[in-house]
């Protein structure tokens, strides 16, 4: 491993879409889309960082890490506030689940982001528009 193979500018970013897309679709609305947004935020940081797949899914890892424990401290509080916090010894395997889930995917969602970087760059012959 390179220390030019983390790039921190798309993990930020993809940590604060996915940090956002938890607020709206949690909190907000009610619904948990927290999967989905993962896997949409690894495909982001996947897509920003290089062609090279492991560059890929060594960045959404990343992500996928500090964003999970994020968004875990997030939904801690959130249950807190709701009147929950008695109970949150209960949700820690649920809590540990989610984080593990939200690894992967935003792993594979960085795979997902390096080959679709890859496929737009292929030069291909234009067509006639006849």
Known sequence: MN????QWKPVII????????FIVSSMVSGLNTILVVFL???IIVG??????YMKGVLNGTLMGVI????????LSVYLTMQ??????????NTFLIYLVIQIILAAIGGAIGSAIKAESLIKRPEEDLE
């Not at 964003?67 to 997030?74: P, S, Y």
């Open 40 to 42: 949409l935020a690894g």
């Open 47 to 52: 897509f920003m960082t290089s062609t090279n």
């Open 14 to 21: 993809g940590i604060i879409v996915a940090l956002a897309f």
């Open 3 to 6: 220390k030019n193979d983390i």
């Open 67 to 74: 964003g999970g424990i994020l968004t875990i401290i997030l």
């Open 83 to 92: 009147g929950a916090g008695a109970y949150l010894s209960i949700y820690i």
